[in-house]
């Protein structure tokens, strides 16, 4: 999507902050022993609340209203009977519409203390969001993106899943520009203009270099097996920089 005036802009923030609140409240509700389908089912009803439709399950029929991934899940888990644990890493991803349109958001969350090593990912997954949102801009090129995460990402010793990329999105949950690399790539000239719409979503790993799908034919893993942590905005491109639009408010 493309942004060309005020009201759209207004439009995708409402359900912005409707996507970001409700990830929100989900994680400040997580508590042990809770399962996975107890958490969504909160966030299946705040965003009814809000008026706004699960994304992944009315786009694509997932069998959820988020998704939830727990420690070895790297994304799209699918919300269950399992049970979460007092230093579990759990992942809450959050898309919905509403009026048209489309917003996404996500993050790893720890349930209590971790050991150290995982807090440092943690605390560097969202770091490495915020250098990829950095380069969001009218003009900039996509793949400066990827390569500032890269930059960051080989510097602290971390990989990044690589075939897990950030996406176009405002009028449907996937859509032009597809495939935005989160990790350096040669080749790709395509350039942002003004009031594009995109999600910045890097997967930083402690050693895992892809995404294999389990035979539930939804829930991604690492491979090889190591942590893995996603941090995700939806934001627009700007002549002045990056506008975040999926902020709690």
Known sequence: ????QQDELDGLKDIGRIVANT???MAKAMEPGMSTRDLDEIGDRLLEQEGAVSAPRASYGFPGATCISVNEEIAHGIPGDRRIA???LVNIDVSASKNGYF??????FRLGSVPPELDRLCRDGKRAMQIGIAQVGHGKPLAGIGAAI???????GYTLIRNLASHGVGRALHEFPDEIATWPVRGDKRRMHNGLVLTVEPFLSMGGNWATEAEDGWTLYSTPAAPVVQYEHTVVATKHGPIIVTLPG
Request: proline share 0%; hydrophobic share 50%.
């Open 1 to 4: 999507m493309t942004i060309t």
């Open 23 to 25: 990830m929100a409240a």
């Open 86 to 88: 007092a230093g579990d």
């Open 103 to 108: 917003a996404d958001t996500g993050a790893t």
């Open 150 to 156: 890269g930059k960051f990402a080989a510097a602290r």
